[in-house]
């Protein structure tokens, strides 16, 4: 599976921007996916997953509230709003594909991860 990330950029505190997560290879229909982040000189940390099926996701606490992960099965894509931005939410965002259907918050529950996209929230 190839995943790539599409959405990154420069925002002010308080924008939105809208992330997603093209697959390629074969479907993704059945797996859990997730969005991780990582800022400069920090490890990689969970943000959001959702269920192979979409109808259950959960969240960091940090960004509970502000984003939302969802998922198109036809397109095999995922995506993650983020709304309210802060300069905190500053990093490089990965999506990548769960080991199984059920979400999990451990990347080493995750086997195939994209190249990142940059997310650089300012003053």
């Known amino acids: 599976v190839q995943l790539v990330e599409s959405g990154g950029g420069l925002v002010q505190a308080g924008g939105s921007l809208r992330l997603s997560c093209a697959a390629s290879g074969r479907t993704i229909s059945s797996n859990a996916m997730a969005w991780f982040r990582q800022a400069p000189g920090k490890e990689r940390e969970f943000v959001a997953t959702i269920r192979w099926s979409g109808d259950s996701s959960y969240y960091a606490d940090s960004v509970k509230g502000r984003f939302t992960i969802s998922r198109d099965n036809a397109k095999n894509t995922v995506y993650l709003q983020m709304n309210s931005l802060k300069p905190e939410d500053t990093g490089v965002y990965y999506c990548?594909?769960?080991?199984?259907?059920?979400?999990?918050?451990?990347?080493?529950?995750?086997?195939?991860w994209g190249q990142g996209t940059q997310v650089t929230v300012s003053l």
């Open positions: 990548a594909t769960g080991l199984s259907g059920n979400h999990f918050t451990e990347p080493t529950e995750y086997d195939y």
